[in-house]
């Protein structure tokens, strides 16, 4: 596609539940990011992926934190019993070989609410 | 730990003045430092960069001045217009790390 797209847009879910964050980079792009960004702060690194592989999870918080990238393309980000302080806007971008000189293209987020 | 310290967090800037955001950064490994424009309802947007082996790089409005020894940078925006009115964003990392730092966030806001 022309630009990284993320869905949902707008996720609202009980404390405590299941959710799965998608993210489809753009065509041809190995490099696959996720970040999340609290109300009025900068992105926080999540998680890395080179590939299919995450080549750094350094960032994931916790354990209920998990992400996938099966064939090397779409990711998707699953949190497990969530909690309010999850709420947040969560970012994937995605860069054509990683290096970060080339800039990385942004989604526009996904908005997840825990209430 | 805070290792890119942002400000100011908002500036009203008159249309045709120049915007001015300082960033401070702690790890001295740094050495790839962006910035990012992102508007409400949009992933940030990259602006412009600088490796540290160079004091000023400049695109078109937007120029980007490093002091090394400081461990400092600004973005200046000159000629600033209504339509750079976002929230602006400085970042650093290590080319090898995969990672970007970002700063807090700055609103800029640019009267007509």
């Known amino acids: 596609g022309a630009g990284v797209s993320q869905t949902p847009s707008n996720k609202v879910t009980e404390k405590g539940k299941y959710v799965e964050l998608r993210c489809d980079p753009i065509?041809?792009?190995?490099?696959l990011y996720w970040y999340r960004q609290s109300l009025g702060q900068g992105p926080e690194f999540l998680i890395y992926f080179q590939g299919t592989g995450a080549a750094d999870d350094s960032g994931l918080p916790n354990d209920r934190f998990f992400a996938v990238r099966p064939e090397g393309s779409v990711s998707t980000l699953k949190i497990q019993r969530t909690e309010r302080g999850d709420s947040a806007v969560y970012l994937c971008?995605?860069?054509?070989?990683?290096?970060?000189?080339?800039?990385?293209?942004f989604g526009s987020g996904t908005r997840l609410t825990v209430v | 730990q805070q290792q890119v310290k942002q400000s100011p967090q908002s500036l009203i800037v008159q249309k045709g003045g120049i915007s001015i955001i300082n960033c401070a950064y702690e790890n001295t490994a740094f050495d790839y430092f962006p910035w990012y424009q992102q508007f409400p309802g949009k992933g940030p947007a990259l602006l412009i960069a600088i490796r540290p082996d160079v004091s000023e790089k400049k695109e078109g409005r937007f120029t980007i001045s490093f002091n090394k020894s400081a461990k400092q940078f600004s973005l200046h925006i000159m000629d600033s217009q209504p339509g750079d009115s976002a929230t602006y964003f400085c970042a650093a990392s290590t080319m090898g790390a995969q990672k970007l730092v970002f700063g807090q966030g700055t609103r800029l806001t640019i009267n007509p």
């Open positions: 065509s041809g792009h190995t490099a």
């Open positions: 971008a995605s860069s054509l070989t990683g290096r970060l000189n080339y800039g990385y293209t």
